[in-house]
């Protein structure tokens, strides 16, 4: 029928636009390093997110074990915190 199937990054009738979720000359996945990331890590070239420590999770929000608090600044103590039962 002669319209354009266009690879996964690339889209419109003649696949010169960028999908949804990328940009540039290549169509590379975008990422906001504070939206993505909550700010507490980089934006890979794939878009995914690279936590900066004591962060980690798919867009850094969770505290490596063992700590907690908004910026993961505190030690979890078991007996404080959970009551001796977590």
């Known amino acids: 029928d002669g319209s354009c199937e266009c690879y996964e990054e690339f889209s419109g009738e003649s696949c010169l636009m960028c999908s949804d979720g990328r940009s540039g000359k290549e169509c590379t996945p975008t990422c906001d390093a504070q939206e ?21 999770g798919e867009q850094c929000t969770a ?22 039962n977590g």
């Open 63 to 84: 505290c490596d074990d063992g700590l907690e608090g908004e910026v993961c600044e505190r030690p979890c103590d078991p007996i404080v915190d959970c009551g001796g």
């Open 36 to 56: 993505e990331c909550s700010d507490n890590g980089r934006c890979l070239d794939d878009g995914t997110c690279e936590c900066y420590s004591p962060f980690h």
